[in-house]
């Protein structure tokens, strides 16, 4: 849902009313939808993407218990963070492993090639930047095609 609202901006001191539009959705707004994208341990649900014109990507993912995810977003920046649920995430080229549990954020900054491994189920909040299309599956390293230009 879009909903506009007003504001004042001035040009050379001289104010001119404006229309901003706000973006304002419920996960029950996207359940369902093609939003609402799933794998086999894991469902994103999209709130914001690209075409919504705000520069980054904003989702609530699940990664199902047991779940071993080897991932690598070579064209994005994500930052992860768990809001439910335990687990690990491991650098997989330092072989560094950290610990997940509520609280936690982790970010891959450097697009580590990383595995994420779900003890428990997680809920976490996830950013991408560049935004996504809602389009993107993983290929064959576990990661999404660089965004068009």
Known sequence: MRVGR???RCYHGVPHQELTIMIVRTLDD??????DVR???W??????LAEDGVGFTLTETTVEAGAEQVLWYKHHVEANYVIEG???VEDLA???????AAGSIYVLDGHERHCLRARTR???VCVFTPALTGAETHDADGAYA????
Do not use: I, K
Request: charged fraction near 25%; aromatic fraction near 12%; proline fraction near 14%.
């Open 6 to 8: 007003n504001y004042y």
């Open 30 to 35: 996207l359940v369902d939808t093609p939003r």
């Open 39 to 41: 794998g086999p341990v």
């Open 43 to 48: 469902a994103s649900r999209r709130f914001l």
């Open 86 to 88: 335990e687990g690990e």
């Open 94 to 100: 330092s072989g560094e492993v950290f610990p997940l």
């Open 122 to 124: 997680m809920r976490l």
């Open 146 to 149: 660089p965004p068009a230009s």
